[in-house]
């Protein structure tokens, strides 16, 4: 094939042309692009100088060296001061390891983590023992109830449980009955042991509550009349449900295919309009346990 003369030189020159205009917009597509990456890049720098201009409030906080539990007097080698945010300071806090030392020992109440805030709640006043009294919140009242190794749970009742507080009493030989007299009672102390982090299970011979004092009023007159025993609850269980008196009847009633035997029976009389019922005792098997007289 022959080429016309003349047609090489136009279409080469033609195409230096092009290339050489998207040479020019490449570049120029990449230098936008720097230019803008370049301008995020300021952008995030000076935010960032910014926030080191403004740094959080920050405070010390003095806070638990090593695992404290009740029972423990604090000493200088127990505690450390650590930077806390200053708008985020827990109720209580101490800001110098002096204060907390100052004015006399304090004895620790409740158990302290490392690196949890030492709080004036958990720990006693200047110059106070770790006595029970200073367990017991605002407005509330210790009180202490003789259980048994059933009674209390077999044993697994622990300081800091809550509980329910059963009354059971027998009026006489055919009637008897029992019902939840408190519920959600806060648990102090397990005979002289009043550490909440304790987890052995012991046999306790008294559990202490903490009560308002209506209800240690009515723990002092059940126990007078009757026996107490306590319910544990699950953990992190608050609500309060309505709870029956239960009977011997409610019992037996229970009792599929059986029905409740009685050594006597009652005996209706009419008198004058009057009706007055009497019981007999049973003089041999069978017979009605119900009869009515005209």
Known sequence: MVRAPGRTGPVRSSTVIMIAVAAVFGLLAVFATRTWLNSQSDARMRAMEANRGSPVAARTVVVAARPLRYGHELSAQMLREAPWPADALPPGAFAKVDEVLSGGKRVVLAAIEPNEPVLAMKITGPGQRATLSALVGPGMKAVTIRVNDVDGVGGFVLPGDRVDVVLTRQTDKDSASTQVLLQDVRVLAVDQVADERAANPMIPKAVTLEVDTNAGQKLSLAASIGSLSLLLRKAGETTAGKSARVTIKDLLSDLVGEKPRSDV??????????????????????????????
């Open 265 to 294: 029976t009652t005996v209706v009389v009419s008198r004058a309009g009057q009706k007055q019922d009497y019981r007999v005792p049973h003089e041999g098997q069978g017979g009605p346990s119900w009869a009515a007289a005209e």
